[in-house]
């Protein structure tokens, strides 16, 4: 066989580097070659991480609620006084409660208080939430008026309907122009709890209106639109859609406004006086305790005592109200 016709093999070309390194290889920094990727450190996370980034409002909570909170109940059972620590005396703060007209004035006022505020602030704020919810001109204007109470101080709003109210103020002088005499708003025993009722119920609408706007603002049309197909009127739709798509928010503001008018004080304070009112014939629970335990001969363990009542009778009232609405879902 002649050399020309032997076939000759051609040999194999080298494979060309692909760039990827074999599997046995893979995860292991080759010797003299850097590795192209960074390598990433995964500290370890301390149990006691969380906890340092809640230190300062567990702290702050600790001292200007815990802390007082446990305070009030220890003296609740002590004769202490603003500059003598007292004794144990075991129940007879409250004992001595049972006994004290001034106690139950307050008690009446408080509860009176919650029945005169409360339906005002539920039903208010949602027909005022229905009628800002409109997108027509110069909406914003009314919105942004309706929410000015909310955001201007107690004392100032107080002030104000103070001069209002007065016996010289302006509306005794416009119902004296109109021949109807003058009205002891401010002097008179019910019409003075009636007048702060009153100044409570209107600075709370803006703030319960925003509440409800945002529960409104989950009511599906739809709902409206079927209620109207089928002849449902404004009133009917308010009563059949609106009221129970928006009945866990009445129950929520319902439980807000509740305790916020049992622990009333500024409005009465502002209207009636330290003194509250005539003969203190307006003297809430909270006033009552401010009285009791300020001042250098302050009993400091009988307010205490006053306070423990309020509260347990605003977790009551937080208990009923939940209670009232788990009777209604079931």
Known sequence: ??????????????????????AWLRGRRPAGRPDARP????????????????????LVTAAFVLYPFLSTVVNAFTDRRTLV???????????????????WIGLRNSVLYIAGVVPALVILPLLLALLVQKNIPGIA???SAFYTPVVASIVVVGLIWVWLLDERGLV?????????????????????????????VWKGLGYYMIVYLAALANVPRELHEAAAVDGAGAVR?????????????????????????F??????????????????????????VQRTGTGLS????????????????????????????????A
């Open 263 to 288: 622990k009333v004080f500024s409005e009465v304070y502002l209207m009636a006086g330290p003194s509250g009112g005539p003969a203190g014939e307006d003297t809430t629970l909270v006033m009552l």
């Open 298 to 329: 302050g009993r400091v363990g009988y307010a205490s005592a006053i306070s423990l009542v309020v509260f347990v009778v605003t977790v009551v009232l937080m208990l009923l109200v939940l209670r009232a609405d788990r009777k209604e879902d």
């Open 172 to 200: 005794n002088s416009l119902l004296e122009t109109i021949g109807l005499g003058r009205v002891g708003f401010l002097s008179d025993q019910w019409l003075l709890l009636i007048s702060a009722m009153t100044v409570t």
């Open 141 to 143: 204007f009314f919105r």
């Open 85 to 103: 620590p007292g004794r144990f005396v075991g129940l007879a703060n409250f004992r001595e409660l049972l006994h004290d007209d001034m106690f």
């Open 237 to 261: 739709r308010f009563l059949t859609v609106t009221v129970p798509a928006v009945r866990s928010t009445m129950v929520l503001v319902a439980a807000l406004s509740s305790v916020a008018a």
């Open 39 to 58: 390598a990433v450190r995964v500290r370890r996370q301390l149990p006691t991480s969380p906890w340092l980034f809640a230190a300062p409002g567990l």
């Open 1 to 22: 066989m002649s050399a020309s016709t032997v076939s000759r093999t051609p040999a194999p070309r080298p494979a060309r580097p692909t760039g990827r390194r074999p």
